[in-house]
């Protein structure tokens, strides 16, 4: 259904709201894209840090409009993550107009707390993120785990440590006293498992505003670098000591590899999982199951996931995963209690 002219017009007079756009061009743009009956897709950050730490909202929840299925994700893109899961969101909603839903959205958040608020709140009904964030807004928001992504012909993949060759780095032990990049804060291979593992063997990290700042020779230091291919080129001209990245980006662009070493690799895990709120009717749970289950059978499902990010399919969590996560729990614990 259609936003009113009235409600509209609240995002427009609303003051708070107003300032609460970085861009006034997007802000602008959202109020033309309202009066015209569509869905904004990019919503107020700064709006999003003061309530609730909600980092990206679709629509706010008194402007929010029914019959629609809203699919969420974590990135400090809005706009283009939007875009990467238009597809699947109208695919679904197109199948699940019988169940009174006849519009999909997506709903971008910053952060696994904001994703997790989203949930409890009703603002999000499934969730599409890699294992890390995946359980830990699980353990936020009580949402549930219900199937595995396949991506790019891949259920699973890896973390990987690696250095320059000619770093003298070639054990996880010669890390210690230099700093190490990650990508995001809810990163699963750039940030969680290769975090995990240097505990695993002890190491205390510490984390540091930038490569060059001093690291004591008992711990390993570590930065964000916002970015794969921020962090490939900060090992290449030495800024940091290592990286973490993926199996498969790595070898896709480390097109130099020559002139790295990997030092360590995690476990396999899965690719990503879906999740959905806590409350989500278990009618609808099933119906969506069925739904992502079944889509690469057909021609019409195969297009909507090859769009959605070269998604191969979707299949039941295997058991190893789910031992997996046991053996995680502490780690997502003390991880939350870091970020909060």
């Not at 949402?143 to 003298?168: A, P, Q, V």
């Not at 030092?263 to 009618?283: G, L, M, N, T």
Request: charged residues 25%.
């Amino acid at each position: 259904m259609p936003c009113s002219w009235r409600e509209a017009e609240f995002l427009k007079t609303n003051p708070f709201i107003r300032d609460s756009f970085r861009d006034a061009t997007i802000y602008e743009w959202n109020y033309a894209l309202l009066l015209r009956g569509s869905q904004p897709v990019i919503s107020p950050w700064g709006l999003g840090k003061k309530l609730l730490s909600v980092a990206a909202v679709v629509l706010l929840p008194q402007l929010a409009c029914a019959g629609s299925l809203k699919l969420g994700s974590i990135s400090t893109n809005p706009v283009g993550e939007s875009k990467k899961f238009s597809p699947l969101a109208s695919y679904l909603a197109q199948q699940l107009k019988s169940e009174g839903l006849n519009q999909g959205k997506v709903v971008v958040a910053e952060s696994i707390p904001a994703m997790s608020s989203l949930l409890q709140t009703q603002q999000v009904d499934l969730y599409i993120d890699s294992l890390f964030p995946s359980l830990a807004v699980s353990h936020l928001s009580g949402s549930k785990l219900l199937l595995r992504r396949w991506k790019t012909g891949k259920s699973e993949y890896r973390s990987i440590i690696f250095t320059r060759k000619d770093s003298g780095i070639a054990r996880l032990e010669d890390l210690k006293g230099k700093v190490i990049a990650f990508e995001e804060p809810f990163s699963s291979t750039s940030y969680f498992f290769p975090k995990v593992d240097l505990l695993k063997k002890g190491f205390r990290l510490a984390p540091k505003r930038q490569g060059s700042e001093p690291v004591k020779t008992d711990e390993v230091g570590y930065i964000f670098s916002h970015g794969d291919t921020n962090t490939l080129f900060w090992v290449l001209n030495g800024a940091v000591a290592a990286g973490a990245l993926d199996d498969q980006k790595y070898f896709m662009f480390a097109k130099n590899r020559d002139s790295f070493r990997i030092v360590h690799e995690s476990v396999s895990f899965p690719r990503q999982i879906v999740s959905c709120r806590a409350d989500f009717p278990a009618k609808l749970v099933a119906r969506v199951k069925e739904l992502l289950l079944n889509m690469h059978q057909s021609e019409e499902g195969e297009k909507a996931l090859r769009d959605f990010e070269s998604t191969t399919k979707f299949d039941e969590i295997p058991v190893q995963a789910i031992d997996l996560m046991a053996r995680l729990k502490k780690y997502i614990d003390a991880e939350l209690k870091l970020q909060r």
